[in-house]
């Protein structure tokens, strides 16, 4: 099979699709258009769904299924960063870039972005204050879901990306999960410390 097929041949998305890939561009990248590493990521993300590295591409199948993949997370992401950027919410957060989240407070909402948010989503939360993250679902797996007590939302079959936005459907579920039944897990040698001087809500318990 051809390796390395040039993207115009790959990259035809239906009018459905391509309005939501937009969509999250302009949210994601035109709102951020004075944060350079914001842009990077989220071009570094497009250029992995054609190249291998920098001298080596992929097969046409592999970009096929990369891109509908990519359009499946994007459609769950577009939905919750709408919600989010009704009232401009998602602006005033943004974090901008790497410096800027990992400087930000040790929050429960900045340990779950770790896990699950792509870095171009991520946001800056106050301690105490309450937050809606965006869900990555190509980062949410199966024993996650067994784990949280989501198994309905677990694939019984289908392609990659099908997998993919059947366990986009648990992230409601999930957020409600986080906010009713998590708490963070604080170890004894950690109890006496003030938040900013600990590890605070980096391990979190099911109660």
């Given amino acids: 099979m051809e390796k390395g097929p040039n993207r115009k041949e790959c990259d035809c998305l239906s009018p459905e699709d391509s309005e939501v890939v937009a ?8 709102g951020g258009k004075e944060i350079p590493e914001i842009k990077r990521f989220v ?3 497009v250029d992995a769904l054609f190249f291998k590295d920098e001298n080596e591409g992929r097969s046409l199948r592999a970009i096929r299924s990369n891109i509908a993949v990519y359009v499946a997370a994007v459609k769950e992401k577009v939905n919750q ?3 989010i950027s009704e009232d401009g919410r998602f602006e005033k957060k943004r974090a901008g870039g790497k410096k800027s989240f990992s400087r930000a407070p040790r929050t429960i909402y900045k340990t779950l972005q770790e896990i699950f948010t792509s870095k171009a989503e991520r946001q800056n939360f106050d301690r105490g204050e309450k937050g809606d993250i965006v869900i990555d679902p190509r ?8 784990s949280f007590g989501l198994d309905e939302y677990i694939p019984s079959g289908g392609t990659v990306a099908e ?5 986009g459907k648990a ?3 999930i957020k409600k999960f986080f906010e009713e039944d998590v708490e963070p897990l604080y170890y004894d040698h950690e109890r006496h410390l003030r938040p900013h001087e600990g590890s605070f809500f980096r391990s979190m318990k099911i109660v």
């Avoid at 980062?139 to 067994?146: A, E, F, N, R, V």
């Avoid at 997998?163 to 366990?167: E, L, S, T």
């Fill in 163 to 167: 997998k993919v936005a059947a366990r």
């Fill in 23 to 30: 969509k999250y561009f302009e949210i994601v990248c035109e």
């Fill in 43 to 45: 071009q570094e993300e």
């Fill in 139 to 146: 980062k949410i797996t199966d024993d996650m879901l067994s």
């Fill in 81 to 83: 960063l709408e919600n």
């Fill in 171 to 173: 992230i409601p579920a």
